[in-house]
């Protein structure tokens, strides 16, 4: 997991993560990594508008997202 967000922090891109908090509650995060620490990685959170702190240990899923373009007809 520790990769995918340093790749993800390397290349700029924004992500979607599935994340479980301490107490157990699963969200879904679409954020932008800052920082990566030995356990722990800073991001801008986009559903709550700040940068947080992550818990490397707690994300369920990493995927980076991707755009396709649409075409007109």
Same mark, same amino acid.
């Given at each position: 997991?520790?990769? =995918?967000?340093l790749?993800?922090?390397?290349?700029?891109?924004?992500s979607?993560?599935i994340y479980?908090?301490?107490n &157990?509650?699963?969200?879904?995060?679409r954020v932008?990594? =800052?920082?990566?620490?030995?356990?722990?990685f800073?991001?801008?959170?986009f559903?709550? &508008?700040?940068?947080r702190?992550?818990?490397?240990e707690? !994300? =369920?899923?990493? !995927?980076?997202?991707?755009h396709?373009?649409?075409? !007109?007809?």
């Amino acid at each position: 997991m520790r990769i =995918l967000i340093l790749k993800s922090m390397k290349t700029n891109q924004v992500s979607e993560m599935i994340y479980m908090k301490n107490n &157990g509650e699963i969200s879904k995060r679409r954020v932008k990594v =800052l920082s990566v620490s030995k356990d722990s990685f800073q991001a801008y959170c986009f559903l709550r &508008g700040t940068k947080r702190i992550f818990k490397i240990e707690n !994300v =369920l899923a990493f !995927v980076p997202v991707t755009h396709k373009e649409r075409t !007109v007809i």
